[in-house]
């Protein structure tokens, strides 16, 4: 692989950037995973507060946001070209 990066094709970089995108759908995407588990484990959570009694959090626009990230997310796959390449090498 060269070292002077200015010899690189558009198609090497197009190829590369796709093997990246792949990546960071993959990151995002378990990242939103592990908070929607999360998000799941606090909806039997209750909360007491004084003189207010015993209440749900609400998770609401943590949940809307989860979901709009998910959303922006897989559209960098789509996105053509680079769109996304896998499997990324170990």
């Not at 200015?6 to 378990?30: C, F, H, K, P």
């Not at 004084?50 to 559209?75: F, M």
Request: glycine residues 6%; hydrophobic residues 35%; contains cysteine.
């Amino acid at each position: 692989m060269p070292t002077d990066y200015s010899t690189y094709t558009l198609e090497e970089v197009s190829y590369g950037q796709a093997r990246i995108n792949y990546e960071l759908v993959e990151v995002d995407e378990t990242i939103i995973e592990g908070l929607n588990a999360l998000i799941e484990l606090l909806k039997t959570v209750k909360v007491e507060r004084p003189g207010q009694g015993t209440r749900e959090i609400d998770l609401t626009n943590v949940v809307a946001i989860l979901e709009k990230a998910s959303k922006i997310s897989k559209k960098v796959a789509e996105i053509k070209p680079p769109g996304c390449e896998e499997p990324y090498p170990d």
